[in-house]
């Protein structure tokens, strides 16, 4: 489903180059979940970035479902994200004008579905959000914000949803909340979820861990007896 062969991620700090990713080879299977941990600045949160084509590396190669995201242009690019990807922030990113129900209907409208509205009601209610669908974000709890980030990342139906630290802001039962969702919509609709955390309870719910330091792989192991 993923293939990432010798991926490597260079930027300047100071005028200093600094690897912040260095030859990451990676094979991650459909429908697979796997978690991505370790050390603040370990590069977690830029491979994820990278597989979604948010970035692009300064050498290797990504491919998804038989698309070779890094050699993309931006038009391909962002048609591939709408199409393919379903992607969950720490910090929510909704959009602070729109309601609950806009905002999951943002990525339904772009694809031009007719029933985008009716189709983020089924969304919300899915989450327990269905009498919060008309509130704005600021009306919303950190972990109300992020039920309508999963209905929005999940509303197209993705083949891959990545996380990034989903749960970081938010409490220890609100954060279950949202693992126990995000699980039950890797079951139902059979996407491989990738999710970057620093939480060994969460990974401890997923098939592989893959650790990370100084921008390589250190570890990469099953969990819950899946081989990697």
């Known amino acids: 489903m993923i293939s990432i062969a010798g991926l490597s991620m260079r930027l300047s700090s100071g005028g ?9 080879s990676l094979e991650v299977a459909a429908r697979q979940f796997l978690a991505i941990a370790g050390p603040s600045g370990s590069g977690k949160s ?14 290797g190669r990504i491919t998804v479902g038989g698309v070779e995201v890094t050699r993309l242009g931006e038009d391909a690019l962002a048609r591939f994200r709408l199409n393919t ?7 929510f990113h909704l959009i602070p004008t729109l ?3 806009e905002n ?6 772009l694809a ?10 089924e969304l919300l209610a899915e989450v327990g959000l269905a009498e919060r669908a008309h509130h704005y974000p600021v009306q ?6 992020q039920r309508v980030a999963v209905a929005r990342a999940v ?15 938010l409490d220890s039962a609100t954060g279950k909340q949202i693992i126990d969702l995000l699980l039950a919509l890797n079951r139902n609709l059979g996407s491989t979820l990738i999710l970057v955390t620093h939480d060994a309870a969460l990974a401890a719910h997923a098939d592989r861990l893959v650790l990370l330091r100084d921008g390589r792989i250190v570890g990469d192991e099953p969990v819950n007896g899946v081989t990697p």
């Open 112 to 121: 031009g579905e007719r029933d985008a509205l009716r189709r983020a009601r």
């Open 99 to 101: 309601t609950a129900l």
């Open 16 to 24: 200093r180059p600094v690897n912040v990713l260095s030859d990451i």
């Open 46 to 59: 830029t491979l994820l970035g990278l597989i979604a084509g948010l970035d692009r590396p300064t050498a």
């Open 104 to 109: 999951v209907a943002v990525p339904l409208e």
């Open 140 to 145: 919303l709890s950190g972990g109300e914000q």
């Open 155 to 169: 509303s197209r139906r993705p083949p891959v949803l990545l996380a990034d630290e989903p749960t970081g802001n």
């Open 85 to 91: 990807i379903g992607y969950i922030f720490q910090s």
